[in-house]
T-cell receptor, first 111, second 116 residues
Framework: AQTVTQSQPEMSVQEAETVTLSCTYD???????LFWYKQPPSRQMILVIR??????QNATENRFSVNFQKAAKSFSLKISDSQLGDAAMYFC????????FGTGTRLQVFP | EAGVAQSPRYKIIEKRQSVAFWCNPI?????LYWYQQILGQGPKLLIQ????????DSQLPKDRFSAERLKGVDSTLKIQPAKLEDSAVYLC??????????????FGQGTRLTVV
């Protein structure tokens, strides 16, 4: 069994600042992928970044990066130089044998 | 490359009526997922297909929900009869099959169902 926990229902950040969203992923498997998806009001899930569990190097995609601490079961997303367009729901997801999601964090970006 | 297509975008029905949703995955994608997303919650996996076979349907309420994937391509999800608590967004996603079995899932825009 696997569980994904997001403990921050809402976060806010000022434009151009940095914000970190938290996620905990628990599984007994050693081989899995972790993802962060963004869901704007249009409802379409958009992949932000992914991390393979066997890789020690943290993934980076432009302004988005993750801090994956496997032993601590922690998988946080850092958004640098926040932009107004980053405002959305962010879902952490994990995939061992099936893709499951956390409850989401609503990110607000203030000018 | 065309994305995952879903229809309809919106549907309003009365309780006890039936409804069906359609999904056309990205061409060549072997895996297809249906998720239910209730307002304010994360998506919950209802069913996962690999080609036209069911991989996981442990959270599908089988007394009222059914899904099929004919010829391993398009898929339909049906609710019969609908209840008020079925009001949600139904998301379809697809992913290609690889040797590791774990790849990125691409999502459609979803169908918002309102049961009144």
């Amino acid at each position: 069994a696997q569980t994904v926990t997001q403990s921050q229902p809402e976060m806010s950040v000022q434009e151009a600042e940095t914000v970190t969203l938290s996620c905990t992923y628990d599984t007994s498997e050693s081989d899995y992928y972790l993802f962060w998806y963004k869901q704007p009001p249009s409802r379409q899930m958009i992949l932000v970044i992914r991390q393979e569990a066997y890789k020690q190097q943290n993934a980076t995609e432009n302004r988005f990066s993750v801090n994956f601490q496997k032993a601590a079961k922690s998988f946080s997303l850092k958004i640098s130089d926040s932009q107004l367009g980053d405002a959305a729901m962010y879902f952490c997801a994990g995939d061992t044998d099936k893709l499951i999601f956390g409850t989401g964090t609503r990110l607000q970006v203030f000018p | 490359e065309a994305g995952v297509a879903q229809s309809p975008r919106y549907k309003i029905i009365e309780k006890r009526q039936s409804v069906a949703f359609w999904c056309n995955p990205i061409s060549g994608h072997a895996t297809l997922y249906w998720y239910q997303q209730i307002l304010g919650q994360g998506p919950k996996l209802l069913i996962q297909f690999q080609n036209n076979g069911v991989v996981d349907d442990s959270q599908l309420p089988k007394d009222r929900f059914s899904a099929e994937r004919l010829k391993g391509v398009d898929s339909t999800l049906k609710i019969q009869p609908a209840k008020l608590e079925d009001s949600a967004v139904y998301l379809c996603a697809s992913s290609p099959k690889t040797s590791t079995g774990k790849v990125v899932a691409f999502f459609g825009q979803g169908t918002r169902l309102t049961v009144v």
